[in-house]
């Protein structure tokens, strides 16, 4: 089962920053925050991940709460094209070497973006 | 960065027919791939895990005799839908990770239509 909980939608206007909200409140100390997000008619693209710390990429940037029970991914500025549905998971790294781990997603934040 | 290929991106079928989805990873090694499928306006729903080498995982409630999995090759993994119904009309993505790295994200191919008439 998805063990992060995040809005169903939300809207943002082109240009301006988006901030996505994800609740992991039984995150475990092996657990990684990924997130990934996929466009229309398309397979999932990898966004970000981090463990601890926050994380910037040429993507996006990821704030993650001191007590990892939640996390925030930011878009500084939003384009028609970041419109997608975004999905934040949870992966164990404990199963990492094995590569076994299944990564289960939940029902993610559809972003509107509005020109 | 990684690329994960998956062929064919869109098949119509008769019913009763069986179809054939491969995933390549294209410049690394996977040694495990993942199946999901989507469903209109849902989530993915994880399928299966395709071990290469070895038998795949299925999850609950997906039948391992209609949805057949082969990972025959570090770069290759196929599903195949076998006696395909309506019912099994989805759009099927595949993902896969590189075994040579530690944490790493997943890369998905871009997914394949089935429409079964």
């Avoid at chain 1, 925050?33 to 693209?45: K, V």
């Avoid at chain 1, 925030?72 to 419109?83: E, F, G, K, P, V």
Wanted: with cysteine; glycine share 6%.
């Amino acid at each position: 089962d998805a063990k992060t909980t995040q809005p169903n939608s939300m809207e943002s206007n082109e240009e301006e920053p988006v901030h996505l909200p994800c609740n992991h409140s039984t995150i475990s100390g092996t657990d990684y925050i990924h997130w990934y997000r996929q466009l229309p008619s398309q397979g999932p693209e990898y966004v970000i991940h981090g463990l601890t710390s926050n994380v910037n990429n040429r993507m996006a940037s990821l704030a993650i709460a001191e007590d990892r029970k939640s996390s925030t991914l930011i878009l500084h500025r939003a384009t028609l094209r970041d419109a997608a549905v975004y999905y934040c998971i949870l992966r164990d790294r404990s199963n990492q070497n094995t590569g076994g781990f299944k990564t289960i997603f939940g029902a993610g934040t559809r972003l509107f973006v509005k020109a | 960065g990684a690329v994960v290929s998956q062929h064919p991106s869109r098949v119509i079928c008769k019913s009763g027919t069986s179809v054939k989805i491969e995933c390549r990873s294209l410049d690394f090694q996977a040694t495990t791939m993942f199946w999901y499928r989507q469903f209109p306006k849902q989530s993915l729903m994880l399928m299966a895990t395709s071990n290469e080498g070895s038998k795949a995982t299925y999850e609950q409630g997906v039948e391992k005799d209609k949805f057949l999995i082969n990972h025959a090759s570090l770069t290759l993994s196929t599903l195949t839908v076998t006696s395909a119904h309506p019912e099994d009309s989805s759009f099927y993505i595949c993902s896969a990770r590189d075994r040579g790295r530690g944490a790493t994200p997943l890369h998905f191919g871009n997914g394949t239509r089935l429409t079964v008439t």
